[in-house]
């Protein structure tokens, strides 16, 4: 990628989202020299926690090993169906067998869900996560992913809708977290108008962010446009100014919590 745009966005992140962290980025197949190996999980564990590290500033390197959720397995792409009795384990389970999630009301509904999945192609490769101040000219991202409270996620959201006439620049398709923030953006990076993709409801992976924390991802070449058109937008004005306050008073709120 071009280090220029990393750059650049730095800056209008400081000044626009001042004191908030910056998003991170994956890449499917991306360069893995330096970057350090996701390890092996021991049992099950949420692939989203794991994203903690890079938030922080780690680089992290993922395959088919590093993933301990079946959920993040198949939305990943390592896994090409859902383990038996999935229908039963996200509905309302089977006695003495399944313990069900009940995230839907039947199993036939969940059949309905699943209907129309697509699956990525990493079979073989690995994912690599950086934050966006560690990208280099030889990362390509597939998407960027904000993690963010309501102030900042209101100027995203308002910036993934500003060059649109409809009004559908940012979906939120229901799933699992790991669904949000890769499997959805990676989905849209690929259509010739990619939407922006608001997620992290899944109740699951909510004691893997911070309090009040959702996420926001863009597919890179929608994020691309939008680095592009921030400062002829809606942030340069007298209203964005006043949201400013309030994310400087969030700031301080949540300053104890990661």
Known sequence: MDTALRDTYIKLHEKYFP????????EVGGPTDG????????????FVCDLARVRNGKNLVFSEESIGCRGGRFYLG??????????????????????GERY????????????GTVRVPTAGKS?????????????NPDAVVFFA????????????????????????????GCSSIFYFPWLEQQSENPRAVLGMFDPSARPC?????LTMAFPMKKFEKVVGFMEESFLITESWGKVLKKIERSNRLYSSEK
């Open 127 to 139: 994912i690599v996560f950086k934050r966006w101040d560690n990208l280099t000219d030889a990362d």
């Open 209 to 213: 962010v911070p309090t009040d924390v």
């Open 149 to 176: 409270r309501p102030e900042v996620l209101s100027g995203l959201f308002t910036l993934a809708n500003f060059d649109r006439a409809d009004p559908n620049g940012v979906f939120c398709p229901f799933g699992a």
């Open 19 to 26: 004191g908030t962290e910056l998003p991170i980025a994956f």
């Open 78 to 99: 390592y896994d090409a169906e859902r383990f038996p009795g999935f229908r039963y384990f996200l509905s309302y389970g089977k006695p003495g067998e399944i313990e």
């Open 104 to 115: 839907k009301q039947t199993p036939e509904i969940v059949d309905e869900l699943d209907k």
């Open 35 to 46: 970057v350090e190996k996701a390890p092996t999980p021991k049992g099950w564990r949420c």
